[in-house]
């Protein structure tokens, strides 16, 4: 058959838009509407538009942090520090409003500063010592970890939160849609612009698929690598000072319970672990995903020890649906 | 070259933990109040063979390239069950021990399966799979509690004829009952060559598959035996996320010290062993050096950093810069 019907055509375009919808993302979306259906059963209060924009705002913190985790997932590196970067973020921006009217006004992009400067620290540790991601994000989170206990003596800080970090995590500057799910529109079309529309974005996806190659193609892969883990540490620490804002307050591991979800929200929304594929979309499905998973353990008052079981079990049940590796031949 | 040149090449990386452990010690005895008395090395050894039995349990998933983040949490697991069934009778004390082990062999046969029969990625599939038992940990232990059969318990943490730690020669016994063995057998011969190159590997038809189970599984029983001597020292069982995460984190750089390159193919389970001996070592300094311990998080977190900045003088020998990627 040498010539092309209009239906043919018709149908390679229903065909070209059906190959574009990830099916990973597909399903990560089908499953936060199956668990609506499910917590409905439940209790009706699932389907109200004031308990939907709650979870929305809680996934938003999520979703800054899971932002930070796709960027170097998708160059192929893990970042394992988010814990005490989040913490970082959230103690010295603390720390920073009870400096005067100076310390108030800086205390935000201070802590932001101070997550750039840990991610910097990752990125050299990968890029130019080529020390294996997972490593050099363990050792800075424990030196993190050790400067925030020695700053502290152990103890949660005395210091708030500024009003600043309170309005943007709770307030409303549009009625009925907090602050927070507006900073992660944000930082989400922030992160879309980045990846999809500049040379970085493509030099993330080039690295992520062979280092090796993108290296030939005249792309300066050390310089890439330490930028955004430098971005990542940035928006672990900006997750921090929106929890400190949350709370008014920034505590001891506080950054804990973050690790494994922001990873799991970026990995079952279709990035691949390995690096180099994988659609903002899918890690924003992934991080509304598992708030849902979490409000939802919660409502149905399951304690803290079987929320654990189940979450894990549940992560590796859909990790087993679509996220396998080819078997190796 | 001689045979002897061989086998220190080889053995470099166990060779170098060694002397650091020896030096670190050293430096800690000449320094504490006590000197080198059978009661300091009692102490130091009980304390490092926790680690050491954490550090061969990652050791040997690390050979195959692989990477448990679940080993603190099936110490933490096989704690809580230990502090519930290591108790009453000799027989129901030896059955209860069985039990614990069995535990262990089964958190790490979970993981094994699900990276190799589910072929998903070994990093995402232990720290959920390290939910899940710290979930059932916390099951057993809400609070921390129990009891562990303290004849046992004394004499497993005490010292044969007032001299020799009890726990270093269950290090050792272990050592030669797991660790040998499994590396002179065809299943350690293919777990190096997986690490090496699993390509290869496959190519020449060795095991990979049932290599890579038996280390995870026997990663799993080795977490186990850690946390059968953690109740034998505290008598008690905690669900503490923390203690989990932090032998997670130290037996990952138990490793590196110990020599064992985390691109997998090299190193021995020995070398974690005295990696996490020096590396305790490191940690106890503080305590003789009279330093306040609140610094002692700090300091570990920079050895650890200064240590895995060391394998980056690798670099230097590199002669083709595409050979940096890996």
Redesign the interface.
């Known amino acids: 058959m040498s010539e092309i019907s209009p239906m043919g055509r018709q149908e390679a375009g229903r065909q070209g838009l059906w190959r574009r919808i990830d099916p990973a993302v597909a399903t990560a979306f089908g499953c936060i509407v199956l668990l609506l259906l499910l917590g409905s059963l439940y209790s009706s209060n699932f389907l109200h538009l004031d308990y939907l924009l709650l979870q929305l705002k809680v996934a938003s913190f999520l979703g800054v942090i899971a932002t930070g985790a796709m960027l170097v997932i998708l160059l192929g590196q893990?970042d394992l520090s988010a814990p005490w970067t989040i913490t970082t973020g959230a103690m010295m921006s603390c720390a920073a409003a009870a400096y005067g009217p100076a310390g108030v006004a800086l205390a935000i992009p201070f802590g932001i500063l101070c997550g750039v400067l840990i991610g910097i620290v990752n990125g050299i540790?990968v890029a130019?010592?080529?020390?294996?991601a997972?490593?050099?994000t363990?050792?800075?989170?424990?030196?993190?970890?050790?400067?925030m206990?020695?700053y502290t003596?152990?103890f949660s800080p005395q210091d708030e939160a500024t009003e600043a970090m309170r309005y943007i995590a709770t307030g409303f500057l549009i009625p009925g849609v907090p602050n927070a799910v507006l900073v992660w529109l944000v930082v989400g079309a922030g992160a879309v612009f980045l990846l999809t529309r500049t040379s970085f974005g493509r030099a993330v996806y080039g690295i992520g698929n062979s280092?090796?190659a993108a290296?030939?193609s005249g792309i300066d892969?050390r310089r890439i690598l330490v930028i955004a883990f430098a971005i990542t540490g940035g928006l672990a620490a900006f997750g921090g000072v929106l929890l400190a804002g949350y709370s008014s307050k920034a505590a001891q591991?506080m950054g804990?319970v973050y690790?494994?979800p922001a990873?799991?929200a970026v990995?079952l929304g279709g990035t691949s672990?390995?690096g180099g594929r994988g659609s903002y979309l899918g890690t924003v499905a992934g991080a509304i995903l598992i708030t849902l998973l979490q409000s939802i353990l919660s409502v149905m008052q399951i304690?803290?020890?079987?929320?654990?079981?189940?979450?894990?079990?549940v992560?590796?049940i859909m990790?087993?649906l679509y996220?396998?590796?080819?078997?190796?031949? | 070259m001689k045979d002897w040149k061989y086998w220190v090449a080889e053995q470099r990386g166990t060779l170098f933990a060694f002397a650091t452990f020896v030096v670190m010690f050293t430096i800690y005895v000449s320094n504490h109040p006590a000197g080198f008395t059978a009661n300091v090395v009692q102490t130091a050894a009980n304390k490092g063979v926790l680690l050491a039995f954490v550090a061969m349990a990652q050791a040997l998933v690390v050979i195959t390239a692989g990477i448990d983040l679940s080993v603190g949490m099936i110490f933490i697991l096989t704690n809580c069950l230990a502090s519930w069934i290591v108790v009453g009778t000799p027989l129901e004390t030896a059955l209860g021990i069985v039990g614990v082990l069995l535990a262990g062999l089964a958190c790490g046969a979970v993981n094994g399966l699900i990276v190799i029969y589910g072929r998903l990625q070994p990093i995402v599939t232990t720290i959920a799979t390290g939910a899940i038992y710290f979930g059932i940990a916390l099951l057993l232990r809400p609070f921390p509690g129990g009891s562990v059969n303290e004849d046992l318990a004394d004499f497993l943490t005490g010292k044969i004829w007032g001299v020799i730690p009890v726990s270093l020669v269950a290090l050792v016994v272990v050592v030669l009952v797991v660790w040998v063995p499994f590396s002179r057998s065809v299943m350690g011969r293919a777990a190096y060559a997986t690490g090496s190159s699993e390509a290869a590997a496959y190519m020449s038809a060795m095991p990979i598959r049932r290599a890579k189970f038996l280390t995870y599984t026997l990663a799993g029983l080795l977490a186990g035996i850690g946390g059968l001597f953690l109740t034998f020292f505290t008598y008690t069982g905690e669900a503490a996320l923390a203690s989990g995460n932090a032998y997670t984190l130290f037996s990952i750089a138990a490793v590196v010290l110990g020599g064992i390159s985390l691109y997998g193919g090299t190193g021995s389970a020995i070398g974690a062993v005295f990696g996490a001996l020096a590396f305790r070592a490191i940690g106890d300094l503080l305590f003789v050096f009279d330093l306040d311990p609140l610094w002692q998080p700090l300091f570990q977190g920079v050895v650890l950093l200064i240590a895995v900045s060391l394998g980056a003088f690798g670099l230097l020998r590199v002669r083709n810069k595409l050979d940096w990627f890996t």
């Open positions: 893990i540790g130019y010592l080529r020390i294996p997972m490593i050099i363990l050792a800075t989170n424990a030196v993190a970890q050790g400067l206990v020695v003596g152990g280092e090796r290296y030939l892969t591991s804990d690790l494994l990873i799991a990995v672990i390995l304690p803290e020890a079987g929320r654990q079981v189940i979450y894990g079990i992560i590796v990790l087993l996220g396998r590796a080819p078997a190796s031949r």
